[in-house]
């Protein structure tokens, strides 16, 4: 059997299947694992501090399970303990932001960034905002929306929108939120404007650390600076023709299946993906 190259994923829950989504189209054969870390969720209400613990514990999950990268698809983790994940682990942490950049770049003036209560307070957020002139953001963090779409992965009901989502007119909407993602089309036609994520960027960022698009490998460029061997896995070929896995985490028979249906129902997994879970428990 080939050995593909390893990627772990982890969010809080389900919102993390759009990075995912984007994964498996950009490159087959990589064999992703997927971490929900349902248990400490929703990561939006808790303390910095609180989230790195929860982060830590996945990533040691992935060094455990041999992962040759780790994707933190959560604004909110990335937001609150990034830096200090790619301090204390050996392979490339790849981290999802809030697209305030690409919707600046596409000339919206008047922009709606909807993050996490937690994302809202990190000094890391603030700066990225910071970043942006010329561009007025109304920062908004709906307290339960994230949980509301969580339940929309397992049950399949849309929140309503107005319950959750300020009023008002934009020219852009950022959903720096992974959950609300898995929403997009629906922000879109509720505020009548195109609606950005970092979905795709950090799918891009992941493979530009894997060797592709003309970058080095994973190992011999990355935040440990040439701390790490290259690695052979991932500098082999990741060609597009061979299968993706998947294999969901420590997640119940009934939530990896959830979640698989979810994604059909979502349009966000291409069919060519062998798709499998793991049980034991890591931790
Ligand atoms: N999906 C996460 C994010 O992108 C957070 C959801 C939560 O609050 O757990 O920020």
């Not at 698809?73 to 990034?82: D, E, F, G, P, R």
């Not at 339940?151 to 720096?176: N, Q, R, Y």
Request: glycine share 10%; charged share 20%.
């Amino acid at each position: 059997m080939k050995d593909l190259p390893r990627v772990g994923i982890m969010d809080s829950g389900a919102g993390g299947l759009g990075v995912l989504s984007e994964c498996l189209k950009l490159a087959g054969g990589v064999r992703y694992y997927y971490f929900a870390d349902g248990e400490n969720a929703p990561y939006g209400s808790k303390s910095e501090g609180e989230i790195a613990s929860f982060v830590r514990a996945g990533l040691q999950m992935f060094v455990r399970l041999g992962a040759d990268a780790a994707v933190l698809a959560c604004n909110t983790a990335t937001a609150a303990c990034v830096e200090e994940m790619r301090q204390n682990f050996a392979f490339p942490v790849v981290g999802t932001e809030p697209a305030v950049h690409p919707a600046a770049a596409a000339g919206c003036k008047n922009v709606l960034v909807l993050v996490t209560p937690r994302t809202a307070k990190t000094a890391r957020f603030r700066a990225l905002l910071a970043r942006e002139r010329g561009c007025v953001f109304t920062v908004f963090a709906p307290p339960l929306l994230a949980s509301a779409m969580e339940e929309f992965a397992a049950e399949g009901t849309l929140p309503t929108l107005s319950d959750h989502l300020p009023k008002g007119e934009f020219d852009g909407v950022v959903l720096g939120c992974t959950h609300y993602t898995l929403a997009k089309g629906e922000i879109a036609r509720f505020y009548g404007a195109p609606v950005f994520d970092g979905n795709y960027g950090t799918a891009q960022r992941l493979f530009s650390l894997m060797g592709r698009d003309g970058c080095p490998p994973i190992g011999k460029f990355s935040h440990q600076k040439g701390a790490l061997t290259t690695n052979k896995r991932s500098a082999s070929n990741c060609d597009i023709q061979t299968k993706n896995e998947v294999i969901f985490l420590n997640s119940s028979k009934k939530r990896s299946k959830l979640y698989t249906e979810q994604m059909f129902f979502l349009r966000l997994m291409p069919k060519n993906v062998r798709i499998s879970q793991m049980d034991e428990n890591f931790f």
